[in-house]
Nanobody, 115 residues
Framework: QVHLVESGGGLVQAGGSLRLSCAAS????????MGWYRQAPGKQRELVAG???????NYADSVKGRFTISRDNAKSSVYLQMNSLEPEDTAVYYC?????????WGQGTQVTVSS
């Protein structure tokens, strides 16, 4: 059974940084495409960043140059380094895995950026 567990969220001032982590289990991690999504109150869930099996990355325009996604297959983990955080980045951040034609989600971690 696939499990994704996020950590690293919290409260930070504008301009600050946070690093989110997602630990995966129950799958061959190196075979999974991974992503970070976020959902702000009253808004739809949106893709923040993705990383393929081969390590190619893509980002939402709103976070390009500020956020970096990475993966460590040896630790079955994916990370999201978030710099220059803005109040608009406030949301629940979810880890996503696309594995064997199925999508899996973590429980989410809250990120709050104060102005």
């Amino acid at each position: 059974q696939v499990h994704l567990v996020e950590s690293g969220g919290g409260l930070v001032q504008a301009g600050g940084s946070l690093r989110l982590s997602c630990a995966a289990s129950g799958m061959i991690f190196s075979f999974a495409a991974m992503g970070w999504y976020r959902q702000a109150p009253g808004k739809q869930r949106e893709l923040v960043a993705g990383i393929t099996v081969g390590g190619s990355t893509n980002y939402a325009d709103s976070v390009k140059g500020r956020f970096t996604i990475s993966r460590d297959n040896a630790k079955s983990s994916v990370y999201l380094q978030m710099n220059s955080l803005e109040p608009e980045d406030t949301a629940v951040y979810y880890c996503n895995a696309e594995y064997v034609r199925r999508g899996y989600w973590g429980q989410g971690t809250q990120v709050t950026v104060s102005s």
